[in-house]
């Protein structure tokens, strides 16, 4: 595993963003695990974050886009300390743009796209919900490519069609290219039995709740 990756899953943890426990999510399903990017709070959070997005974004989709799209509203800081990150570490200029959640009455957000490859940025995607509004949007806006998608976190599950995991999925649907920046297998290979903040964070109870999980929830 890459050397990011593994400092990335140990950032997560330490930033109380992915938990461990039992949760319910939003589809019903209950999960030993939660992940919530609203827990990046702090400037040094939030520049570790664009830096790990945009090494990732850098070895999966190399140098060849020019925009960041972060869906509103969470996408939106995303796309900005990615692009910052980018032109840190790799010296490229990209932009960044976002959608608007309401309608506006007065001029229109499209310059910035125009006649561009485009990057989609996202937290995490468990079911493929937000893709649903966020392509036809970003494609109604101008003659874009849309290069791929980046998410932080693949889950791993059964998207909406019950096989294939949700970035599967995407990618069937639109024909763009999906990626994260770590899969919960990485998270538990990194983690399990392993120390991470001065306690074992996966243990075998813990790691049988995963499997668990997965034997009901995993994507074939």
Do not use: W
């Not at 790990?52 to 960041?68: E, M, N, P």
Request: hydrophobic residues 35%; aromatic residues 10%; glycine residues 10%.
């Amino acid at each position: 595993m890459e050397q990011y990756k593994q400092e990335f899953i140990e950032f997560m943890v330490e930033s109380d963003v992915l938990k461990f426990g039992e949760f319910t999510l939003k589809s019903g399903r209950k999960s030993p695990f939660f992940m919530n990017a609203g827990a990046y709070v702090t400037g040094s959070q939030l520049k570790k974050l664009g830096q790990y997005y945009a090494k990732a974004i850098h070895d999966t989709y190399g140098d060849d886009f020019d925009v960041l799209f972060g869906p509103a509203y969470k996408g939106i800081p995303l796309g900005v300390v990615t692009a910052i990150a980018y032109s840190d570490l790799y010296g490229k200029e990209v932009r960044y743009c976002s959608d608007r959640k309401e309608e506006k009455d007065h001029g229109a957000d499209k310059g910035s796209f125009l006649g561009n490859r485009v990057i989609m940025i996202e937290d995490v995607t468990t079911s493929g919900k937000s893709m649903e509004e966020t392509v036809p949007k970003v494609k109604g806006a101008a003659d874009v490519t849309i290069v791929g998608l980046m998410v932080s976190l693949n889950r791993m599950e059964v998207g909406k069609g019950g096989e294939k995991c949700a970035l599967d999925e995407i990618k069937d649907l639109y024909g763009f290219d999906t990626a994260a920046i770590v899969t919960m297998e990485e998270v538990v290979e990194c983690l399990y039995n392993k120390e991470c903040n001065g306690k074992v964070v996966i243990d075998d109870t813990l790691k049988a709740a995963i499997d668990a999980y997965y034997e009901q929830y995993g994507a074939k």
